[in-house]
């Protein structure tokens, strides 16, 4: 009995040890830097925006705009490696994450209405200028945003966020096919990019050690996906992302005429945005950094420490100028 005890001792204490790292992370205590992150969420346009925010309001703000099929949570380590010195702010988008899934009766999923969701909320949570991280679906909804008030960006950081029509490749075949004819068949086509399978692939492909990448990405991400009705407002918007690159001009005539500070850290190996799209940001800025990094769509996983720090070098140098207006 007395051996059966201790053994069921050692075993919670081995569970103690393990999850309460887990939880403290998971829960929004204090995590690396000593930097508390809060969970929040706030009504815009009718509908609910959680997001995650960290740092003094008083510092400079970075606006992080998260991908397909993901949410905010992709952020998680990357808030606190900059709220040290930077106001950070991270919402989920309608039908992703934690903030409200309307249904599509009564809420257009376009690109445009989620960037004028993101827009109202900056504006009801008060930020009058930021830095804005554009992150694959991020790219189209910052852009947008921008465009509309270029007064109130400070600098870019894209990581793996189209641009550029050299970006669209094989991948986007059956996409465009989509586009072209708007068919059932078509769109039934595209439902295998809504499988766990390929939310996997999306974390995994290009990645040189995928035993850095935690399943609970993928994992917590096709939870969201399989909600009923998710999958259509993906469908949705899979065909609305035509709209994007017919204002690919117009983004790229905003970047030549505001020449917007810009940090371009980008997954060489994805397939999905290939570094194709990378390299015509040199033709329009003339304050630009960039870096090819050897990892996939989703580099934060695995080069988020490096990442964290070529973005504190480079707001360091670029936004320094703008501290007053925050």
């Known amino acids: 009995m007395a051996r059966q005890l201790l053994t069921r001792t050692a075993m919670v204490a081995v569970l103690a040890l393990s999850v309460v790292p887990m939880l403290a992370l998971a829960a929004g205590s204090r995590v690396e830097n000593d930097e508390v992150v809060h969970y929040?969420?706030?009504?815009?346009?009718?509908?609910k925006v959680f997001y995650r925010e960290a740092g003094d309001p008083g510092n400079p703000t970075i606006l992080l705009l998260h991908g397909f099929p993901t949410s905010s949570q992709m952020f998680r380590y990357l808030i606190p490696r900059l709220a040290d010195r930077y106001h950070v702010v991270a919402?989920?988008?309608?039908?992703?994450?934690?903030?409200?899934?309307?249904?599509?009766?009564?809420?257009?999923?376009?690109?445009?209405?989620?960037?004028?969701?993101?827009?109202?909320?900056?504006?009801?949570?008060?930020?009058?200028?930021?830095?804005?991280y554009l992150m694959d679906y991020g790219a189209p909804i910052g852009f947008r945003v921008a465009v509309r008030h270029p007064e109130r960006v400070t600098a870019l950081i894209v990581q793996n966020g189209n641009a550029y029509v050299e970006g669209l490749r094989e991948f986007w075949g059956p996409l465009r096919q989509y586009w072209q004819d708007n068919s059932p068949v078509s769109r039934d086509a595209l439902r295998g990019l809504l499988t766990i399978d390929a939310t996997r692939f999306q974390y995994t492909f290009g990645v040189?050690?995928?035993?850095?990448?935690?399943p609970d990405t993928w994992t917590v991400d096709q939870y969201r996906l399989d909600r009923p009705?998710?999958?259509?407002?993906?469908?949705?918007?899979?065909?609305?992302?035509?709209?994007?690159?017919?204002?690919?001009?117009?983004?790229?005539?905003?970047?030549?005429?505001?020449?917007?500070?810009?940090?371009?850290?980008?997954?060489?190996n994805d397939p999905i945005f290939p570094a194709e799209g990378a390299e015509p940001f040199k033709r329009d800025l003339t304050n630009l950094e960039f870096h090819l990094l050897d990892t996939g769509h989703f580099a934060l996983e695995t080069h988020g420490a490096e990442i964290a720090g070529l973005m504190r070098s480079f707001l360091k140098r670029t936004v320094r100028s703008n501290e007053s207006v925050n």
């Open 91 to 132: 919402p989920d988008y309608p039908g992703f994450g934690e903030s409200s899934a309307p249904d599509r009766a009564t809420f257009r999923y376009t690109f445009e209405n989620l960037s004028l969701i993101i827009e109202h909320f900056t504006q009801i949570i008060g930020l009058s200028n930021y830095a804005l």
């Open 208 to 214: 040189r050690d995928v035993s850095l990448v935690s």
């Open 229 to 268: 009705g998710n999958n259509e407002i993906q469908l949705d918007l899979f065909y609305d992302y035509r709209t994007n690159v017919d204002l690919y001009p117009a983004w790229q005539a905003y970047l030549r005429t505001y020449q917007p500070p810009t940090l371009v850290v980008w997954g060489k």
């Open 40 to 47: 929040r969420d706030v009504q815009v346009d009718g509908q």
